[in-house]
Nanobody
Framework: QLQLVESGGGLVQPGGSRRLSCAAS????????IGWFRQAPGKEREAVSC????????LYSDSVKGRFTISKDNTQSTSYLQMDNLKGEDTAVYYC??????????????????WGQGTQVTVSS
């Protein structure tokens, strides 16, 4: 059973940066796609980014493209979401999620069957 734990959330000023971590345990992360999602109060959950199992390919939502960078260190069983030039609309609870895949790509959708508990990111002055 894969378990995911996010960390790194907090309060950051507009224009600032933050790096979120997603630590995995229970199974080698190299077999899993990792996705980052977020949910703001009163809004539906939104896919932010994903990275393929071996880290070959990534995908970003239009709202974060050019500002966020996803990465994956399979040797450390950890995924990262580097968030730069943060805006107020980035305020949300951020979740990492995973699904098993041998394909060299990732996708947003309903495949994710392992989820972390979330970490709050608040962008405010």
């Amino acid at each position: 059973q894969l378990q995911l734990v996010e960390s790194g959330g907090g309060l950051v000023q507009p224009g600032g940066s933050r790096r979120l971590s997603c630590a995995a345990s229970g199974f080698p992360l190299e077999y899993y796609v990792i996705g980052w999602f977020r949910q703001a109060p009163g809004k539906e959950r939104e896919a932010v980014s994903c990275i393929s199992a071996k880290g070959e390919n990534t995908l970003y939502s239009d709202s974060v493209k050019g500002r966020f960078t996803i990465s994956k260190d399979n040797t450390q069983s950890t995924s990262y979401l580097q968030m730069d030039n943060l805006k107020g609309e980035d305020t949300a609870v951020y979740y990492c999620a995973a699904y098993w895949s041998f394909l060299a790509q990732c996708r947003f959708g309903d495949d994710y069957n392992y989820w972390g508990q979330g970490t709050q990111v608040t962008v405010s002055s």
